[in-house]
């Protein structure tokens, strides 16, 4: 009997580095091309062994990306190097992050015949002789992020990436819970689930216009003529960056982008109509009490505007510095320790706690994960993403609302078949070596930020 086949590469039992491979009749897609830094030293970068997808050669039919986060994009210009013939399909917000990943990394001649093809939100999109694919329009921390619907001879999927259902958006995206119900109408064999925030128990989600109404509650009961003001966030959160931008206005202050990364992920994000603020002015000496500092290094990554700001001489300024962001599993410690240094320095900080709320997550809580479920009505489940913890949650879940055939993955590598009509069957195909390389990338952060900084210090 023929099956679809689902193969993990990595972004199971780990937090990033994600890439997972269907087959149907030796015909292969892979979904996304993640990466993730090594734990122990975060200039080097970690990705998935390739190694089985690299044999199947001319099978690989082509690589889909379900958004522009680095846990499923982070590896794209290694894969696009080693597979110069397959084919990237993607929204258009996650083809213009691709294209600046390639000019980043001065690959731009060496890649310029590359195909990557945008395909809008709801276009359906003809892969090889087996799949059909869409892409299904979800809320998540970032623009244009995607579920992936995949209809084959053999049964359809649909594969969530990275998804959350923002009650109240700021921005232009929308969860397409229409076309998710006519998929399930249709018949859903399986579903591949996102089981990031499955411990999350909450049962009324906040949403992302509540952390805009927090935060310029709390910027104005910080804000004073003398003190500067700085916030750190993700740096393609643009629904974030466009509230504190507004927040920034609101105080009479003009917003300043600090760090490579926030400067260029903004850039693209103005381009593509997602950022509302009129142009980007760089800066890179957060000192100046006129402005509002919008900065890269909520999670202590090094070398970015926070880390050098810390490793710093202190301000002679009262400074306030707003963290809106969570904390990524593995590095709370690197986190937690520049949090010292900067307090240690005299800064006030202003955390999410129970007494501020700056940040929400963009992954589903384990309510909203049920909502989809239920929806869906699948008859295989097969949780994704996530600690032994998180993956062994959502099979419950799963089991809890009488999900027929709920799957538990053991590890990377290993291979579930099934189809319309038969039950999922497992093979370990090859057990993966994680694959960490020197990430020459990181000194871009530097470099700009004591160019800024030598400019700014000049002026006064």
Not at 31 to 49: C, E, I, K, M
Not at 260 to 270: E, H
Not at 302 to 327: W, Y
Request: aromatic share 8%; glycine share 6%.
């Amino acid at each position: 009997m023929s099956r679809i086949h689902f193969i993990p590469v990595g972004g199971i039992y780990e937090f990033g580095n994600q890439g997972y491979l269907y087959g149907v009749d030796d015909e292969w897609i892979l979904v996304d091309a993640g990466s993730q830094f090594s734990s122990d030293d975060r200039t080097y970068h970690a990705y998935p062994d390739y190694s089985f997808v690299d044999a199947l050669g001319e099978k690989l039919k082509a690589l889909i990306i379900t958004h522009n986060h680095e846990d499923h994009l982070g590896g794209i210009t290694r894969f696009m190097t080693d597979h110069p013939h397959v084919p990237v399909y993607c929204t258009p917000f996650v083809e213009a992050h691709i294209g600046l990943k390639i000019a980043q990394q001065d690959l731009r001649l060496k890649l310029k015949r590359h195909p990557v093809s945008a395909v809008p939100q709801g276009q359906r999109q003809k892969i090889g002789t087996h799949f059909n694919m869409e892409f299904i329009a979800v809320n998540h921390s970032t623009p244009e992020s995607s579920m992936i619907y995949m209809e084959t001879p053999y049964g359809n999927v649909l594969h969530t990436g990275d998804w959350r259902y923002e009650r109240n958006p700021v921005g232009k995206d929308r969860m397409n819970w229409k076309r998710l119900e006519e998929i399930s109408a249709h018949g859903l064999t399986a579903l591949v689930a996102d089981s990031t925030g499955i411990l999350n128990d909450t049962t009324e989600p906040l949403s992302e216009l509540d952390v805009k109404k927090s935060l310029f509650h709390l910027f104005r009961q910080t804000d004073q003529k003398d003190k500067v003001l700085i916030a750190t966030t993700f740096s393609t959160h643009t629904d974030r960056i466009n509230s504190l931008c507004e927040i920034a206005r609101h105080l009479g202050r003009e917003p300043k982008f600090v760090g490579t990364g926030m400067q260029a992920n903004s850039g693209v994000s103005k381009k593509c109509g997602f950022l509302h603020e009129k142009r980007i002015v760089a800066d890179g000496w957060m000192n100046n009490p006129k402005s509002f500092y919008i900065a890269t290094g909520c999670q202590a990554e090094e070398n970015s505007a926070m880390d050098l700001f810390a490793q710093g001489a202190p301000l002679k300024r009262p400074t306030c510095i707003l963290f809106s962001a969570r904390v990524i599993p593995g590095e709370e410690e690197k986190v937690a320790a520049m949090k010292a240094v900067l307090r240690a320095k005299g800064y006030d900080l202003i955390e999410n706690d129970a007494t501020h709320l700056t940040h929400v997550s963009g992954h589903a809580p384990r309510v909203d994960t049920e909502r989809l479920i239920q929806l869906m009505k699948p008859r295989i489940y097969i949780p994704i993403h996530g600690n032994e913890d998180h993956l062994k949650a959502n099979v419950r879940l799963g089991r809890k609302l009488h999900v027929p055939c709920p799957v538990l993955l053991e590890k990377c590598g290993e291979q579930i078949s099934f189809s319309k009509t038969s039950e999922p069957v497992s093979e370990q195909l090859y057990t993966p070596v994680k694959v960490v390389v020197h990430s020459k990338e990181r000194s871009f952060e530097k470099r700009f930020f004591e160019k800024s900084a030598g400019k700014n210090r000049k002026r006064t």
